[in-house]
């Protein structure tokens, strides 16, 4: 044997995944890197603004006002005997929350090409750091909320179902499973198609009024518009969370199970394409 010829070796390193394969099992031991990415994105988001972290109740609560002065006082719509600025706040917490998701995770490719350009871990961990940060966000709303609802609960006014705030962190779970679907859904598409993240912000106020949050369920007469709203994978979830704080609500175990269902293949889908994307982003970013 010659020692002096030198061995040659080549390392090829590639990606293999499987189709259907979710890798949350990689996401999981970045954890504390989602924790990181968490405590980032509620810091920054009011870093550099006037009023800084204040933003978290004047948003919610400036619109609750204008929804109550415009559906509440001009069109006078009906909010099932809650007091109207406790409906629209309720409300708008726990939509703001879905909204939020949305709007964050949908940018997630073209707001981080250059960390993404740079080091690797899983690009899913963004994601869920925005998740994670929106119900952070929504705790910290909900303590203005609460405020009203004490308020509103000793002046005999509102009766909330208490055993029901057991339910309201699947609430929480399945709005953020849902706004992470579409959202990265979203984000994969607008690699190629920028148009996509334009129409982001209007097509979720218009999902916002194909939703029971300026007005309450049993407001639309029953028929075919009441059912196309109760599809409406979000509307479950509003409505059991009103039924749980402000007593008011219209819970359907079918819709709910529905909800859940088209939850579930969305972000099912949803991460699958997303994985799919990751690999040659950097090409069309």
């Not at 499987?18 to 920054?44: A, C, G, H, P, S």
């Not at 005999?156 to 849902?178: K, S, Y």
């Not at 334009?198 to 075919?224: K, R």
């Not at 709203?229 to 175990?253: D, Q, Y």
Request: hydrophobic share 50%.
């Amino acid at each position: 044997m010659d020692n002096g010829r030198k061995e040659k070796y080549h390392i090829h390193i590639s990606a293999k995944q499987k189709m259907f394969e979710l890798n949350l099992k990689e996401v999981w031991q970045y954890r504390d890197l989602i924790v990181l990415f968490t405590k980032r994105n509620f810091l920054l988001t009011y870093k550099q603004t006037i009023l800084g972290p204040a933003w978290i109740f004047l948003n919610p609560f400036i619109s609750s006002i204008i929804y109550t002065i415009v559906f509440g006082g001009i069109a006078g719509m009906s909010t099932d005997g809650v007091p109207k600025i406790l409906f629209y706040l309720c409300s708008n917490a726990i939509w703001l929350y879905f909204s939020t998701i949305i709007t964050k995770n949908a940018n997630t490719f073209t707001q981080n090409a250059n960390v993404f350009g740079k080091v690797y871990f899983p690009r899913l961990t963004i994601p869920v750091s925005n998740v994670l940060s929106a119900m952070i966000q929504f705790v910290v709303q909900m303590s203005m909320v609460s405020v009203f609802l004490i308020y509103y609960v000793m002046m005999g006014e509102v009766t909330p179902n208490w055993w029901a705030f057991l339910l309201i962190p699947g609430v929480l779970v399945h709005l953020g499973v849902m706004g992470l679907g579409f959202g990265i859904m979203i984000s994969s598409f607008t690699t190629k198609y920028r148009d996509l993240a334009i129409l982001v912000t209007f097509g979720v106020q218009l999902w916002m009024y194909a939703t029971p949050v300026v007005y309450p369920i049993t407001q639309i007469e029953d028929g075919f518009l009441k059912t196309m709203i109760m599809l409406n994978p979000v509307t479950a979830s509003v409505e059991v969370f009103r039924f749980a704080v402000l007593g008011h609500g219209t819970i359907k175990i079918r819709f709910m199970v529905l909800s859940w269902l088209i939850t579930s293949i969305v972000a099912f889908l949803g991460i699958m394409i997303f994985h799919r994307v990751e690999k040659n982003f950097m090409d069309t970013v």
